[in-house]
């Protein structure tokens, strides 16, 4: 009899467990539908989205490795903005820059646009950088310049290659006056957040590691909202979003929604409530917070 009532307390436990986790992880992700579509074929590889905090109704986005070393401009419908003495082509271009693994970008309350030249797929590059400009008016603008340049380093990572391989980035943010990291690992399905502690010009700078997250896939992008209070990070199968007062989102309230949305890299807040999602298939979705579920 005791055995009888272990085994029905077993199988009640399991279920409830079951029933908890589905609440938390849908059974089916989501499937996003897009509100728009880039309308500039050139964007073909979008891996970065930011909303100006200087323009209004002026986005920006970037494509990876094999473009050249430009952004693009675009309204929330999508539609591409060109200077208005330049409409052959489109995108500001910034000509003191070289786009190598371009991957993800994020601006500040100060006007200023941070491009992450930072994808690091095979943990070899010596090199990774960060790109300061500033946030070039669309209407007058077909050419900018590298106001800043910030050159960094991983200090846990001793081998080039690394092993295990976990030293890409796709995904940088700005929250609460400091710019912030997440790594892409390929060894796990974790992601390790690092901020910039140091941004010394003419100097490697060496990143601080704050702590890491088992966030079950390889993140492609993040961005902070305004206040620094909420951080959205985009994986290719889930959206995160952590909300802390510090800079100790891992330890805050968690929130998931599985989704898909074909190769999606490129997230954004639209407003407090409102995130904004690009892939590399042109589409651009919209997603409100209160649809992403408690995971803690």
Not at 10 to 34: A, D, N, R
Not at 46 to 53: D, P, T, V
């Amino acid at each position: 009899m005791k055995k009888i009532f272990l085994i029905l307390l077993i199988i009640i436990s399991s279920q409830i467990l079951i029933s908890k986790t589905y609440k938390q992880f849908p059974s089916e992700p989501i499937t996003l539908k897009p509100y728009t579509s880039f309308d500039y074929e050139e964007i073909d590889e979008s891996s970065a989205i930011i909303k100006s905090r200087i323009w209004e109704n002026v986005y920006w986005t970037l494509n990876d490795s094999g473009d050249e070393a430009r952004i693009f401009p675009f309204n929330h419908d999508g539609k591409v903005l060109r200077a208005n003495w330049y409409k052959e082509e489109a995108g500001v271009y910034i000509p003191d820059a070289v786009n190598v693994d371009w991957e993800d970008m994020t601006t500040d309350d100060q006007g200023n646009i941070y491009i992450g030249a930072c994808g690091n797929n095979d943990n070899i590059r010596r090199d990774l950088a960060i790109y300061i400009i500033k946030d070039p008016f669309p209407a007058s603008t077909s050419k900018t310049r590298v106001f800043q340049t910030i050159d960094f380093y991983y200090p846990e990572q001793t081998e080039f290659p690394a092993n295990p391989n976990n030293f890409d980035c796709e995904a940088i943010f700005w929250a609460k006056g400091k710019l912030y990291l997440l790594t892409k690992h390929r060894a796990d399905s974790k992601t390790c957040l690092y901020r910039f502690d140091e941004m010394e010009l003419f100097k490697n700078n060496p990143i601080t590691k704050l702590g890491s997250f088992e966030i079950g896939g390889m993140v492609t992008s993040a961005e902070a909202s305004n206040d620094g209070k909420k951080l959205a990070v985009l994986t290719y199968n889930s959206v995160w979003l952590f909300e802390s007062e510090t800079d100790d989102y891992f330890n805050g309230k968690i929130s998931i929604l599985p989704i898909k949305a074909k190769q999606c890299e490129a997230i954004c807040f639209d407003d407090d409530e409102t995130l904004l999602i690009t892939n590399e298939q042109m589409e651009i979705f919209e997603l409100k917070i209160y649809q992403l579920l408690p995971y803690n």
